[in-house]
């Protein structure tokens, strides 16, 4: 549950969400083909495909989950819609993204913590876009236009939206066993996602 006070001489929530996941976060970072010579436009359409079938529903869920604590801005962030035009500029139908598989097995979201320790995640996803874009551009000529926008989804703006969320994340008040809720949470999520992209066979 949030908290109105902190516990004195704990750790903060961005702290404790950085050391629970940075093992996990490493860990994945490994796996993904962005850098890999054999990644090829097909491969590189497959791995879209599974993001799409992650953020959709990890997305739909959160929203739906009504238990976002306030102040997070989910219409200026959400990007499934980004997902589905670069699916589109890489030639599938609607007919063709409806049937491409969803993941069904996402973290819990049963708390407002939870709900913060899966944003922590995504958005912290955000991150070093602009360097997997100019490396799609340079291998295999995919940018903004043509099936490239997710990789670098805020822009310039990647920055400043991430010091907003975390300004957010600061004015979160919550007790030990919410960070804790918060934490697994964050954990759960990238575990869900390695092992979605794992089925998807798009990993190293």
């Not at 599974?50 to 990007?79: Q, T």
């Not at 922590?120 to 997997?132: K, P, S, W």
């Not at 874009?133 to 997710?150: Q, V």
Request: some cysteine.
């Amino acid at each position: 549950m949030l908290s109105q006070a902190h516990d004195v001489g704990a750790p903060s929530l961005l702290d404790a969400l950085r050391t629970g996941t940075a093992l996990l976060h490493v860990a994945l970072e490994k796996r993904m083909p962005f850098f890999s010579e054999r990644l090829d436009a097909d491969w590189y359409q497959r791995l879209l495909q599974a993001y799409h079938g992650f953020y959709a529903p990890m997305e739909a869920a959160l929203y739906a989950s009504a238990r976002i604590p306030n102040g997070f801005d989910a219409a200026s962030r959400v990007k499934t819609p980004t997902l589905l035009s670069d699916l589109h500029a890489l030639g599938l139908n609607d007919a063709a993204i409806h049937a491409l598989p969803y993941c069904t097995a996402l973290p819990r979201l049963d708390t407002p913590a939870a709900c913060l320790g899966t944003l922590y995640v995504l958005e912290g996803a955000t991150l070093g876009g602009q360097v997997l874009r100019r490396e799609m551009a340079r291998r295999l000529g995919i940018d903004a236009d043509n099936g490239g926008a997710f990789l670098d989804v805020y822009g310039a703006e990647t920055g400043r939206r991430w010091k907003d969320f975390l300004d957010y994340l600061g004015n979160q008040a919550l007790d030990a066993k919410a960070r804790q809720r918060a934490v697994d949470a964050a954990r759960s999520t990238f575990s869900c996602f390695e092992r979605w992209l794992d089925s998807q066979e798009v990993l190293l």
